[in-house]
């Protein structure tokens, strides 16, 4: 079973208005972190929010925010006002604290392309 | 914030020759850093992990012998992609987790290989 789904092909949104991104993960570990990175196409990876397993809010980096909703397994990524810098490809990842211990490696999804219409 | 340099940003080679790609922590100290390789418009696949003083630990499917990781100080891991061939070439990114359990993957700006 895939650990993070990313199942929007590619999402549109015009500029100035807010866009969900969509991210679900399968895990028994009860311990685990839950990421987003953003890569234009320049091919950087810039990390974006972090949402612990055992956090009771939804994080918040600015224009950034995440939906995490644990019984659902889901960790949606809102961008609110989008900006045309924001036009990239966005990947949920996942590190399993107890799964893989010292090296907690993160697993990351397929990505979404999000391209932001002026 | 934690800055990963990643040398070189591409490189293009002949089959049969050896490339090597390093991967340098420059503000912090990484015992561990992480090689992904990444086709166009797919995800990362995590490669191998190196850790400082010690043999990396490669995922199932990765060749050791054709990817050779070197990580013998804390700010520096190297990758060699050895007798490389046009099948090799790809995106290859490392990166290294800043201290703290909850700290990100902090990543390198990608090499981008291409095997003629």
């Known amino acids: 079973a895939q650990k993070i789904t990313q199942t929007q092909p590619g999402m549109f949104v015009q500029e100035k208005e807010a866009v969900t991104l969509d991210c679900t993960y399968d895990?028994?570990?009860?311990?685990?972190?839950l990421f987003w990175y953003k890569q234009p196409s320049s091919g950087e990876m810039i990390f974006l929010i972090y949402q612990g397993s055992y956090d009771q809010q939804n994080a918040t980096e600015g224009r950034y925010s995440l939906n995490f909703q644990k019984a659902r397994k889901s960790a949606n990524l809102v961008i609110s006002a989008s900006q045309l810098g924001d036009s990239a490809m966005y990947f949920c990842?996942?590190?399993?604290?107890?799964?893989?211990?010292?090296?907690?490696?993160?697993?990351f999804g397929k990505g979404i392309t999000l391209s932001v219409r002026p | 914030g934690a800055v990963v340099s990643q040398h070189p940003s591409w490189v293009i080679c002949k089959s049969g020759t050896s490339v090597k790609i390093e991967c340098r922590s420059l503000d912090f100290q990484a015992t561990t850093m992480f090689w992904y390789r990444q086709f166009p418009k797919q995800s990362l696949m995590l490669m191998a992990t190196s850790n400082e003083g010690s043999k990396a630990t490669y995922e199932q499917g990765v060749e050791k012998d054709k990817f050779l990781i070197n990580h013998a100080s804390l700010t520096l891991s190297t990758l060699t992609v050895t007798s490389a061939h046009p099948e090799d070439s790809s995106f290859y990114i490392c990166s290294a987790r800043g201290q703290g359990e909850n700290s990100p993957l902090h990543f390198g700006n990608g090499t981008r290989l291409t095997v003629t």
């Open positions: 990842a996942m590190r399993e604290l107890i799964r893989t211990g010292a090296n907690s490696k993160l697993t």
């Open positions: 895990t028994s570990d009860p311990s685990y972190g």
